[in-house]
């Protein structure tokens, strides 16, 4: 009896563990190849083959745009400081692969297979926290240690209390302090180990230093698996779309970008069509002053044209028919058309005027009129 017990027990064990996991398998994403980059990319910017590093994409963005630092910010999940980029392909190139800048072309992404809450190097340096993007064949034991010099203007920098802010792009460092700030700074090494994804990276800043420095607690945001790509923060939980990613594959078709371009053709930084975020994160709430906008001044345009009617006298409107008829009438008729537009005021000094005039003055309009031939009167005719 206790033998088909446990003969049992075995069998169920043995249910439930072939039912959970698959779903974790799952929940940790479909494995997928290089063309997942090559395709979802493409319409976001240039893929160009390089001698160095094979396919390379060219995001088209506007002149400034600097890796880890424009349009997102630094959220605490239970990856550790995850970049959270308001650019709707942002799930891939601050998530897999490394960045380096071209002097002529900008910011240039290397796909790569590890993912990892953002690839970047750490620096702490007095009242300050600082990061910059790990260039491509740089291994995570140079990156994180003292050795790895990344370019001065490569490095976004923001006082400690400022950090982990949504708005932090409101508070980066002038980078012509970075020379004195990186020469007082050290090495943050917070790495960690994703034995799931065999995978090691930087956590960034300790949670417990930042959360006395800014004075506040951060709560571990959780990530959940997205099965499209994309990422959106709602509701303290970061959806993103982090496949396993393969990087050698020995059968079928070779993974490559549907159209290649030659460097030489793709246009620098300053001439490319930009594409803006599109991410429901951040961005939308700092459009809605601009629609605002939009939205009060069409209003303001339509009125003033009918201001413009109301105060004009109809000497405008009615000039076509004056000068069809004869050119005298039209100036009998202004100093009328005057007094109907003119505040009570202004309507009295024409009597004034009148009164002040010689007579000579008053009657140029009659002896004009008279004077006129009356081939000047049929000539609009």
């Known amino acids: ?12 064990m043995l249910c439930i563990v072939t039912c959970i996991a698959p779903q974790k398998a799952s929940a940790q994403g479909a494995s997928v190849s290089f063309q997942v980059f090559y395709d979802e990319l493409t319409p976001y910017g240039t893929w160009v083959d390089t001698p160095d590093y094979g396919y390379v994409w060219v995001p088209d963005v506007a002149p400034g745009f600097t890796p880890y630092a424009t349009d997102g910010y630094w959220v605490f999940t239970d990856q550790g400081w995850t970049w959270v980029s308001n650019y709707s392909w942002g799930w891939a190139p601050f998530h897999y692969g490394r960045w380096y800048t071209d002097p002529v072309y900008g910011p240039m992404w290397v796909p790569d297979n590890q993912w990892g809450p953002g690839w970047v190097t750490w620096r702490r340096s007095g009242n300050y926290y600082g990061w910059a993007p790990i ?9 994180y240690s003292n050795i790895y010099n990344v ?15 949504s708005n932090i792009n409101n508070y980066y460092v002038n980078s012509s302090n970075n020379v004195t700030i990186i020469s007082n700074s050290i090495v943050i090494n917070n790495t960690r180990i994703d034995r799931t994804r065999n995978v ?10 930042v959360e006395k420095r800014v004075g506040r607690t951060f709560t571990p945001i959780v990530i959940k ?19 396993q990613v393969q990087k050698d594959i020995s059968t079928g078709r070779k993974p490559a970008p549907s159209r290649v371009e030659s460097l030489q053709n793709v246009k620098p930084l300053g001439q490319r069509t930009v594409t803006t975020p599109q991410q429901k994160t951040n961005q939308p709430v700092k459009q809605q002053p601009s629609q605002q906008q939009k939205q009060v001044q069409p209003p303001k345009q339509q009125q003033q044209p009918q201001q413009q009617k109301q105060a004009q006298p109809p000497k405008q409107q009615q000039q076509p028919q004056q000068q069809k008829q004869a050119q005298p009438p039209k100036q009998q008729q202004q100093p009328q058309q005057q007094k109907q537009a003119l505040p009570p005021k202004q309507q009295q000094q024409p009597q004034q005027q009148k009164q002040a005039q010689p007579p000579k003055q008053q009657q140029q ?11 000047q009167q049929q000539q609009p005719q």
Do not use: C, H
């Open 1 to 12: 009896m206790k033998t088909q017990i446990k003969i049992i027990f075995l069998f169920l």
């Open 135 to 143: 260039g491509p064949g740089i291994s995570l034991d140079v990156a």
């Open 151 to 165: 370019p001065n203007n490569q490095w976004t920098f923001v006082r400690d209390r400022d950090f982990g802010r």
């Open 200 to 209: 090691r990276y930087n956590a960034g800043p300790d949670r417990s230093e």
């Open 225 to 243: 698996e997205s099965s499209k790509p994309g990422q959106n923060l709602k509701n303290n939980q970061l959806q993103l779309y982090r496949p």
């Open 365 to 375: 309009p009659q002896q004009q009129k008279q004077a006129q031939p009356p081939k």
